[in-house]
């Protein structure tokens, strides 16, 4: 999961973000651990409720736990 986070940052430009404010607070390894953690509650959480992932509404995710935009299938 540590490898799918640099192309996920790639591909959604909120990621890239929470990212680089993680690595700017903490070692580089250490933000890719965090991100890969919360990559994978966002794996469980659409393959759980059979929903599909908007990273366009993913903007915020400092103010919850778990910050996830979730659509409705």
């Known amino acids: 999961m540590i490898e799918a986070v640099v192309p996920a940052s790639y591909a959604d430009v909120g990621i890239r973000q929470r990212l680089e404010a993680l690595r700017k607070v903490k070692n580089a390894n250490v ?35 778990l910050s996830i935009a979730l659509a409705s299938s």
Not at 38 to 62: A, F, I, N, T
Request: charged fraction near 30%.
């Open 31 to 65: 933000a890719k651990t965090i991100m890969a953690r919360w990559l994978l509650k966002v794996v469980y959480h659409v393959l759980k409720d059979g929903s599909r992932y908007v990273p366009s509404e993913l903007h915020d995710v400092s103010r919850s736990r």
